[in-house]
Structure formats: C-alpha cells, structure tokens
C-alpha cells in the first residue's frame, strides 16, 4: 500500500482500514482543522516535509501523541505529521482564497497592520462583507481575493502564471514556495478539480494524450519526477529547481534541456479538462 496514502502507523490506522491490515488497534479518527496559514506536512514527528497544508484545510486525525497529530488530509487522502498546536476543532468554511497570496489585516483598509498571510486555497469563515473587504475571524480580508466555496475559477494555467517568479520548494503548496505537483494541484483545484498532490499520482489522472496529438491549455506534460502545465502547443509553466522559481518556457527546448540534465524523456502526456 501506498505510505503517503494509508492512513496507519505502527500503532493505529483508521476504521476505513479493518480487514484490509493488521493493526494494533483501530480508530474512527476525529475531524480537525488547519488553524495556522501553512504548516508542512512531515514523514515522521520532526521528520522531513512531504506536503504542506493550508489554513482552513480538514484532516482526520488518526493519532495524538507527544505533541504530534498524525493526520489525513481530506482535500488528497495524504497522511502525515502536523504539530498538534497547529490544529483546531473543525470550524465553519464559506470562501476560499483566490489569489496566489493576501493578507489578513486588523482593520479594513490597506494602511491597516496585517495579521496573517494567506494563501491560495486557504478556505475561512466570511461574517459581513463591506465593499472591498470581508470581515473574517482571521481579520478583514480583499473581498476580490475571495471566492465562495461554491464558485471556482475557469483557468488552470492561468492560476499557475500568477505563480511565476515564486521560489521553488520541495514539498511546498504556497505562494511563499511551491514545487511542482504542489503548482499543478493548487491550481486545478482553485478551478475545482481535485488532483493529487505528487506527480506520479497526478501522471494517472485524466486521459492520454497522444504523441500525434498537440497539446491544448491545460494538458499535463510528465517526467519521472515532475510535471508542467501546458499553456498552449509550444509553451509551459511549471516549478522547477532548475531556475529554483516557476518560469514560463518553451516545451521543446524545456525537454532537451531536461534530458540532458539527467530528467529523462516525457513519461506521459496528461488532458485533465474535456475540450469547451
């Protein structure tokens, strides 16, 4: 079974898991919320990054222990470890973050002292909209960086272009750094579309591309280890360590430079949207 995905350790899994593993004991796990604006997502207590969450974002937790909350991330099924302090019961949700970043601020006006960043996908309570600014527990937020949770934006690689310049981090999903899976995944889902959150798990979604077929905005184009968006035939927009930022590049030229870089061919080509 698939770690990122399995919701067990050595000492407990999940209800969902009876009769599939052994474990020592099982547990209907207890429905949390992110409760700061971005927290990773580790391996093991203090261990290394594999994901990261945002504000907002419901987990089940599996386990409590030493200050670690093993989790399951609802948005991905993607399990890890969270500090327990970064949690909270699971609150109400009406909006969800537009923008690839924005602030929460102590008062509704942009001289005001900001509180939080937040970012891309962050859902949060709105209590009373004025104008430009929303009134949320978190502070007063841009009512133009805000979405209900019902309505979605159209392009996916037009969220992933506001990303350009964003430094590269592995494991990340913010505007403060994203890798690539992170780019793809957040910017489909602001469009509602749920993906994955590591490339080779996105590499199966959707439909094949065929190699005589040119690629539409949109398509996903894979190598062992990464993934771009494609922005038309000949362009992409991806978050790569090469350039440690996301660039906009030509995809010919980018597979080139790739396989001479040691990346390897294109694995897959990927269509995730049906043509309009």
């Known amino acids: 079974m698939d770690r990122r995905l399995t919701p067990a350790n050595a000492r ?13 004991r099982f547990t209907g796990g207890e429905p949390a919320q992110v409760a700061r604006p971005l927290v990773d997502l580790l391996r093991a207590p203090a261990g290394p990054r594999e994901r990261q969450l945002l504000l907002g974002d419901g ?17 991905d099924g993607y399990c890890g470890y969270l500090p327990e302090d970064s949690l909270s019961e ?10 690839p970043g924005t602030h929460a601020y102590s008062g509704p006006k942009v001289q005001a002292p900001e509180i939080m960043p937040l970012y891309l996908g962050a859902r949060i309570e709105v209590h009373s909209v004025s104008g430009a600014w929303a009134e949320t527990a ?15 934006l159209e392009d996916p690689a037009g969220v992933a272009m506001g990303f350009l310049h964003t430094p590269y981090l592995w494991g990340g999903n913010s505007r403060a750094g994203i890798d690539c899976s992170g780019l793809v995944q957040g910017a489909f ?17 959707g439909v094949a ?13 894979f190598w062992k280890g990464h993934v771009a968006i494609a922005l038309g035939p000949g362009r992409m927009v ?39």
């Open 12 to 24: 407990v899994a999940l209800d969902t898991l009876r009769g599939i593993i052994d474990a020592p």
């Open 90 to 99: 699971a609150q109400p949700v009406t909006h969800h973050i537009v923008t």
């Open 138 to 152: 978190q502070g007063h937020v841009p009512t133009a960086h805000l979405l209900p949770l019902d309505q979605r």
């Open 209 to 221: 591309v065929p190699e005589n077929e040119a690629l539409r905005r949109n398509d996903l184009l």
């Open 189 to 205: 889902r602001a469009c509602g579309i749920d993906m994955p959150a590591d490339s080779d798990l996105q590499s199966a979604c």
């Open 59 to 75: 987990v089940t937790v599996i386990e409590r222990e030493a200050g670690w909350a093993f989790v399951q991330a609802a948005k």
């Open 238 to 276: 991806h978050a790569t360590a090469a350039f440690m930022a996301v660039v906009e590049e030509d995809i010919l030229p980018a597979i080139t430079r790739i396989e001479a870089s040691g990346g390897g061919p294109v694995t897959h080509r990927r269509r995730i949207m049906a043509a309009v």
